[in-house]
């Protein structure tokens, strides 16, 4: 499944216009939120797993004893479900943060210049977050 499929970059940037940074900024801790509901739903699914989890493990170089054990893991599809879920967002997520860049680089380009000029300058993961702060309050 590909997110590509289902948008078009031309809408999305229309979202992004309409929405603006701040509607895209809580768009993505919508999505966020999402993300973390699913994998606390995978939490819970490896804690209903983890002795069967532990076993596979530590008898990963025994084919026979891991084909049995795989058949007694719970709800194997529900994980595949979910990872695929939280892909699907977060591929959502990276497409509509493109479109916002475009949108902004379209409608003020010194602006958003200027912010990656700091940000490839930044020198320690100190400066790079006070930029990124920079760079959300614009």
Request: charged content about 25%.
């Amino acid at each position: 499944f590909n997110a590509e499929e289902f948008t078009d970059p031309t809408e999305l940037r229309s979202l992004a216009e309409l929405l603006g940074p701040y509607g895209i900024k809580l768009l993505n801790e919508t999505l966020m939120w999402h993300i973390q509901s699913q994998v606390t739903e995978l939490r819970k699914l490896v804690l209903l797993n983890k002795e069967i989890l532990i076993a596979l493990r530590t008898n990963f170089d025994k084919p026979d004893i891991m084909k049995e054990l795989f058949k007694r893991l719970q709800n194997v599809d529900s994980v595949l479900q979910r990872m695929t879920i939280i892909g699907v967002i977060l591929c959502f997520r990276e497409l509509i943060q493109d479109a916002l860049s475009t949108q902004l680089e379209e409608r003020i380009p010194f602006l958003t210049s200027s912010i990656k000029d700091f940000h490839c300058h930044a020198g320690s993961p100190h400066e790079s977050s006070l930029v990124a702060e920079l760079a959300c309050a614009s």
